[in-house]
């Protein structure tokens, strides 16, 4: 393989969770009386930290979105995955070649460990990630798309970032890569390919990403 590391983006990637979480995000804040669409929320929020929701409607209004706001979308979120989430189509396969061929993988993703790992146990995506492959934002402080948790994910698992090879869905998470100084193959699932400009490959399925990676 061309990589010594593959690093997963979660939502959208691992996890078909970016339908529920953006349209539970675009309802929470229209609530609060800042109208969101479901498709304002995939094209501003998609892939990244919830302070950028934050800043994002300061930036827009002026006003601050309530103390609890994290707590409440969390809650609902955590509900909605229990009900809802499924793995994404034929990732288990790609996992499991992975492993067989003992290529290195981890997850690093915007969401918080809480979730990453609420959505990995209803999925049974568990056995696949141990807490040494597991990285948030929260670890480093800022999100996608500055590079900061990529290089902290290559750094913990003792890979050069020009070694690593980013699999993601998200516009933000492709500029972070880049940033990083790593490959990174563009899911074109949900994003139009022309969203994800910088992304080395595209593709559109589990089974294209698994040729890829050989």
């Known amino acids: 393989m061309r990589y010594d590391l593959v690093i997963f983006d979660n ?5 078909d969770s970016e339908p529920i979480s953006n349209r539970l995000l675009a309802a929470h804040l229209t609530e609060l009386g800042h109208p969101t669409t479901y498709e304002d929320s995939i094209r501003d929020y998609m892939g990244s930290a919830m302070h950028r929701v934050h800043e994002l409607i300061h930036e827009r209004t002026g006003q601050r979105l309530p103390a609890d706001f994290d707590d409440v979308f969390h809650a609902r979120v955590f509900a909605a995955f229990e009900r809802e989430l499924k793995p994404m189509a034929s990732v288990v396969d790609v996992l499991e070649k992975l492993s067989a061929d003992g290529v290195p993988y981890c997850v ?47 750094d913990r698992m003792g890979v050069p970032p020009e070694r690593c090879v980013v ?20 899911f074109t699932a949900m994003t139009p390919a022309a969203r994800l400009a910088g992304a080395a490959e595209l593709f559109a399925t589990m089974e294209e990403l698994a040729d890829l990676l050989v």
Request: charged content about 25%; hydrophobic content about 40%; overall charge negative.
């Open 167 to 186: 699999v993601e869905d998200s516009p933000l998470g492709v500029q972070a890569a880049v940033a990083a100084g790593m490959d990174v193959y563009g």
């Open 11 to 15: 939502d959208g990637v691992l996890v």
């Open 108 to 154: 690093a993703s915007s969401g918080s460990h809480d979730r990453i790992r609420v959505g990995h146990r209803t999925t049974g995506l568990d056995r696949w990630f141990d807490d040494g492959r597991i990285f948030s934002s929260q670890d480093v402080g800022r999100g996608k798309p500055a590079p900061d948790l990529f290089l902290y994910a290559a």
